[in-house]
């Protein structure tokens, strides 16, 4: 039970710094990434306020022994650049510039209902499903 | 076109950091969005951890209407590409980010903090790629 309140407590922190953020607006997000265009560097300095807090914040936390509510930290070992990163990557990348949504802005929004977002959002889970059920196939490919 | 907002920029940046400090310090995790996400979306073993996770999107997507129920602006949304156009967009992020391990907040946020090497070089790739599907998106797709 602990850990939900955990889920709730950062889901929440999220979704409010997404919203004041300016994020949860494609045109802003593109009005980034489009370089050629009339340039905002906002993403920029969202980036830069969730890097300065999040890497003070990370030190701090992992001179403990563990989480409050979990035994142990579940941290990513792994430190290879293979080509599933990379091909991944680039795909992702690929999308959030042709919309304007990553995964954080699309279901933050999906409250709104706009039919745009509820459609980012079915094809994005959609896309996990396959990538989840192709994985095996992936690996041997990109071997 | 839109306004350069570099203070609720900077603070919704930190209120994003301080989430992942929070998930970190509570839970012991990362807080990438598309993890979380796509954890929720393995149907055949039972999850230990989907409470937290479906707690977590549920926090999610209640802020921005909380805020907007406390008597907060809506956050503007306006949208830079046709209907299928979206559609095809999401599924490349859907895929991109299970396949590569992480978005915008996994590797882009927590992981270059950890100066994860990973996620530093993912996160040059979809800028990169980002980069390059907006020019193609807003000059040649849509026009203008």
Not at chain 2, 68 to 93: H, K, T
Request: charged share 10%; net charge positive.
């Amino acid at each position: 039970m602990p850990r939900i309140l955990g889920g709730l407590i950062a889901g929440l922190l999220f979704g409010a710094g997404l919203s004041m953020s300016g994020m949860m607006n494609p045109a802003k997000v593109i009005g980034f990434l489009d370089i050629t265009g009339h340039w905002d560097p906002s993403l920029a300095f969202v980036m830069l306020g969730g890097l300065i807090v999040t890497a003070l914040g990370y030190k701090f936390v992992l001179r403990r022994d563990r989480p409050l509510f979990e035994p142990g930290f579940a941290l990513p070992a792994r430190r290879d650049i293979d080509p599933s990163l990379l091909l991944g990557a680039g795909l992702f990348g690929l999308g959030w510039g042709l919309a304007g949504y990553c995964p954080g802005p699309a279901l933050a929004g999906i409250g709104f209902g706009n039919i745009e977002t509820l459609t980012f959002v079915a094809a994005m889970l959609a896309g996990m499903i396959a990538a989840r059920r192709s994985s095996g196939f992936l690996s041997r490919l990109t071997a | 076109m839109d306004h350069f907002t570099p203070f609720s920029s900077l603070f919704g940046g930190m209120l994003i950091g301080l989430s992942a400090v929070a998930l970190l310090l509570l839970n012991g995790r990362i807080a990438g969005i598309s993890g979380i996400a796509s954890g929720l979306l393995s149907f055949s073993d039972r999850a230990p951890d989907r409470g937290w996770r479906l707690a977590f999107v549920a926090g999610l997507i209640a802020a921005p209407l909380g805020l907007v129920l406390l008597g907060g602006e809506r956050p503007a949304m306006s949208f830079v590409a046709p209907l299928p156009l979206i559609f095809v967009a999401g599924a490349l992020v859907g895929f991109g980010t299970v396949l590569g391990n992480g978005c915008t907040s996994g590797h882009g946020i927590c992981g270059i903090a950890r100066l994860s090497p990973r996620s530093i070089v993912a996160t040059a790739v979809f800028m990169a790629a980002g980069i390059a599907a907006a020019f193609v998106g807003q000059h040649v797709i849509v026009g203008g």
